[in-house]
C-alpha cells in the first residue's frame, strides 16, 4: 500500500459509524433526541430531573446559584442524606434484592450476596460504632481499603453520620497515605489485613501502619477490615487505638442510625488526585450535585435499571468506583459487582466467568484492561456465554479504534452499543459521551457533550477552533457534579481550573471557563475526540499520575541529582514513565542506583508508578531559560524523530540520550 492509502484507510477507520441495535434503543432509558434541545433551551431547571431521582428531606429552593463564581451551588438550601438515598429509600420494594455482589479472587472461596436489607444493616452497625468512637459531622475518615465489600459499607456509614470520606487507593503507599491524611487532617482510618493479589496473600496493614507513622497528628482510631482467610494472616499486634471491624459491628449489631440531614453543598467526599505540582490535589464534592450527577449519569447512561446487575470492573480507590460501583448503582436501586482481584487469575478469562455466572447486564471498564483483553486473544471470551450483556463502557483514557471495535464485536457480540466516557475526578461523573439508545458511535471519539453541557474546543486565546483542528477542551457552563472546590484552597482550585481561560475579577458566570488540562479535537457532527493532558500528567492504565511527584520521589534517592519523567506510549498501559536521571557527583550510574530509584518511587507513590525505563544522562535538554524540554525527551521514549532543538541551550545532549535509549 503507498502512503496515500494508508493515510486514506485511516482516515476512513476514523469515520467508521455504527448504529445503536434496536433491540437496545427500544428499550433504553433516554429515547428522545430532543432532549438535547429541551436541556439548551431550559438551563439549567433541566437538572430538576437529576435531582428528582433522588429523595430530598427539605426541597431545593434554587437549582443553580450562580452569583459568586466559580463557587456555584445546586439545588440550594435542600437536605438529604446520600445513605439513605443509596439504601433505606429501596428497602420497601427491593430489600431482599441483592445491592452488592462481591466476589473474592481466591476461587473457590464463598462469594457473599448483600442484599439492599442486609447493606443496610451493616451500615448502620458502623455508622454507630464511628459514632462511639467519636466521628462527628464533618470529620473526614480515611479509607486505605482494597476491593472488599468493606469498603463501600464504610463510606455509606460516612455519608450516613455526615462524615466526609477520603479513599487512598490500596496500592498507593504508606507515604501517599500519610500525605493524604496530614492534607485532610484526618483522625480515623479504616483499613484492612490485607487481601489477594494473584493467588497470595498481601501484608496490607503493615504498610498502613508504616503510613500512620508519618501522620502528624494523633490518629484517634484505626479500623482493621480482617479480610485475609485463616491461616494467610500475617502477625500483627493491634495498637491501643486500632479495632477490629467486625468487632466494631459485633459491639453494634442491630443499632439504628438516623441518617443525618445533609444541607446539598455539604462535603460528601474528598478524593486526592495527581496535578501539575508535586502536591495531591483534594477534590472536593458535593452530597446534593455529585449524587444527583452520579445517578443521572449511571441512568442516562450506563442505562442501569433496578433489575440489572451492573459490573464496574475498576476500583473504589479511584473515582470511578465512587461515582459507578457505589453512589450512582446504589443511588438507584439495582445490583452492583465488586470484584477483588484481577482479571488474569487464575486465568485469562476470569472476567468472563464472573460475566456469565452472575448474568451481568453492563461492563464498564478501561481501555487498559481491553488492550490486554486483545492481547491475550478472543478465545478468553469465547469460552463463555456473554450474551446477558446489553451495554460496554469504557474510561479513563482514549481508546484506539482497534480497541473499541474488538470490546464491541468480540465482547459486545455487535449488540451492545460502546460508550466511551470522557470525565476526570473533578468532573464528578461522565461529561462526554454518546447516550447509548439515541447516537451513534464512532470508535475513537467519545461523542458529544451530554445534555446540558457546554463544551468547546479552543485554542490559546480562547477562540473556538475549526472541526478537525486541535485545540483545548473547555466547559462553559457549571454542572451539578463539578468540584466544589480544592479542600481547604479555593486559590488553588480557581489557578488549576478557571485562571486560564476565565476573567477572574468578574462575578459575571459567562465570563468563568473551566479548563481540565485536557487537548481536542471536534469534528462536524460535534462529536469530540480526547487528545490527552496537556500539563504534566501521564495517564498510566487509566491511572492519573503527576510527573513532578515521581521527580521528587526521584531525587529524594541519594545519589540523583536531577531527574525528569515522561511518559512514553505502551501497547498496554496506553502510557509507561520514562525517568531521565542525572546522578550527583562523586556517584556512578550503576544497576544498584536504578534498583534504587524504582523502589523510591514505589516507595513514595507505589508500583502503578514504578519507572518503565530508567535512563542516566549527563544533562538533560533545556531551553535557554532554564526549562527542561520535556516533549524532545517524549519523541526519545517513543522513538520518534526529534523534533526542533535549536532552542536549546545544550542541543548536543539530545542525541546523545536517543543514542543511549534508542541505539545507533
Ligand atoms: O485525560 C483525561 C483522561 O483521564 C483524565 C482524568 O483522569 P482521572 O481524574 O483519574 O479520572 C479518570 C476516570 C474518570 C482526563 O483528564 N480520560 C478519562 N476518560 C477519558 C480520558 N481521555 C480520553 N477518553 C476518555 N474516555
Request: overall charge negative; some cysteine; aromatic content about 10%.
Amino acid at each position: 500500500m503507498s502512503d496515500e492509502d494508508v493515510q486514506l484507510e485511516a482516515r476512513l477507520e476514523e469515520q467508521e459509524v455504527f448504529e445503536p441495535s434496536a433491540s437496545f434503543a427500544e428499550q433504553a432509558n433516554v429515547t428522545d433526541e430532543g432532549i438535547y434541545e429541551e436541556f439548551e433551551e431550559n438551563w439549567p431547571e433541566c437538572w430538576e430531573g437529576a435531582a428528582d431521582l433522588l429523595d430530598w428531606e427539605e426541597d431545593y429552593d434554587q437549582v443553580l446559584d450562580d452569583s459568586n463564581p466559580p463557587f456555584y451551588e445546586w439545588f440550594t438550601d435542600g437536605t438529604l442524606n446520600a445513605s439513605a438515598n443509596c439504601l433505606d429509600r429501596h428497602l420497601e420494594e427491593r430489600g431482599d434484592e441483592a445491592a452488592i455482589e462481591w466476589v473474592g479472587e481466591p476461587v473457590d472461596e464463598d462469594n457473599v450476596t448483600y442484599t439492599y436489607e442486609e447493606l443496610h444493616q451493616k451500615v448502620n452497625e458502623f455508622a454507630a460504632g464511628l459514632r462511639e468512637m467519636g466521628v462527628g459531622e464533618g470529620d473526614v475518615v480515611t479509607m486505605y481499603m482494597p476491593m472488599i465489600p468493606q469498603l463501600p459499607i464504610a463510606m455509606l456509614a460516612c455519608a450516613r453520620i455526615g462524615a466526609p470520606h477520603s479513599v487512598v487507593f490500596a496500592g498507593f503507599s504508606a507515604d501517599a497515605l500519610a500525605t493524604r491524611m496530614n492534607s485532610a487532617d484526618s483522625e480515623y482510618l479504616v483499613t484492612c489485613d490485607g487481601y489477594y493479589r494473584r493467588g497470595d496473600p498481601l501484608d496490607h496493614l503493615d504498610k498502613a501502619n508504616e503510613g500512620l507513622s508519618g501522620v502528624d497528628h494523633e490518629v484517634e482510631r484505626t479500623i482493621v477490615a480482617e479480610r485475609l482467610m485463616d491461616g494467610d494472616g500475617f502477625d500483627h499486634d493491634y495498637a491501643d487505638n486500632q479495632v477490629a471491624f467486625d468487632d466494631v459491628i459485633a459491639d453494634n449489631e442491630g443499632a439504628e442510625v438516623e441518617p443525618v440531614d445533609r444541607d446539598a453543598e455539604d462535603m460528601l467526599f474528598l478524593m486526592y488526585t495527581s496535578g501539575t505540582t508535586g502536591k495531591p490535589k483534594g477534590v472536593k464534592h458535593s452530597t446534593g450535585g455529585y449524587l444527583a450527577w452520579a445517578a443521572w449519569t449511571s441512568q442516562a447512561v450506563l442505562d442501569i435499571k433496578p433489575e440489572d446487575t451492573y459490573f464496574c470492573s475498576a476500583d473504589i480507590g479511584w473515582i470511578t468506583g465512587h461515582s459507578y460501583i457505589v453512589y450512582g448503582p446504589l443511588a438507584l436501586g439495582t445490583t452492583t459487582m465488586m470484584y477483588e482481584g484481577t482479571p488474569d487469575y487464575p486465568d485469562k478469562d476470569r472476567l468472563w466467568e464472573i460475566v456469565e455466572d452472575y448474568e451481568a447486564t453492563q461492563l464498564y471498564t478501561a481501555p487498559t484492561a481491553i488492550r490486554a483483553f486483545m492481547k491475550w486473544g478472543k478465545q478468553y471470551p469465547e469460552q463463555h456465554d456473554l450474551s446477558s450483556l446489553r451495554l460496554l463502557g469504557t474510561v479513563g483514557e482514549p481508546i484506539n479504534p482497534r480497541a473499541w471495535k474488538w470490546y464491541y464485536k468480540h465482547i459486545g457480540g455487535e449488540e451492545c452499543p460502546v460508550v466511551d466516557t470522557w470525565w476526570q475526578t473533578e468532573t464528578g461523573g461522565m461529561m462526554i459521551t454518546t447516550l447509548p439508545g439515541i447516537k451513534d458511535m464512532k470508535p475513537g471519539s467519545a461523542g458529544p457533550p451530554l445534555p446540558g453541557l457546554d463544551v468547546r474546543i479552543v485554542d490559546t486565546e480562547g477562540d473556538e477552533v475549526e472541526p478537525g483542528r486541535a485545540g483545548y477542551l473547555t466547559v462553559n457552563k457549571p454542572w451539578p457534579g463539578m468540584l466544589r472546590t480544592l479542600y481547604k484552597n479555593d486559590e488553588r482550585f480557581i489557578d488549576e481550573y478557571w485562571a486560564e481561560y476565565s476573567d477572574t475579577d468578574s462575578d459575571d458566570p459567562d465570563d468563568w471557563v473551566y479548563f481540565p488540562e485536557d487537548g481536542a479535537k471536534i469534528d462536524e457532527d460535534g462529536y469530540i475526540t480526547v487528545l490527552g493532558r496537556v500539563d504534566d500528567v501521564i495517564n498510566v492504565s487509566g491511572h492519573r499520575l503527576g510527573t513532578m511527584e515521581i521527580e521528587s520521589a526521584i531525587v529524594g534517592v541519594e545519589g540523583v541529582a536531577e531527574a525528569a519523567v515522561v511518559g512514553g506510549d505502551h501497547d498496554i498501559k496506553g502510557e509507561a514513565v520514562y525517568a531521565y536521571v542525572i546522578t550527583e557527583d562523586g556517584y556512578d550510574e550503576t544497576e544498584e542506583l536504578r534498583s534504587a530509584i524504582i523502589d523510591g518511587v514505589e516507595d513514595a507513590i507505589g508500583p502503578i508508578a514504578r519507572p518503565e525505563a530508567v535512563i542516566f544522562t549527563p544533562e538533560l535538554p533545556k531551553t535557554r531559560s532554564g526549562k527542561i524540554m520535556r516533549r524532545l525527551l517524549e519523541d526519545i521514549a517513543n522513538g520518534e524523530e526529534l523534533g526542533d532543538t535549536s532552542t536549546l541551550r545544550n542541543p548536543d545532549v539530545v542525541s546523545d540520550i536517543a543514542t543511549k535509549v534508542q541505539g545507533d
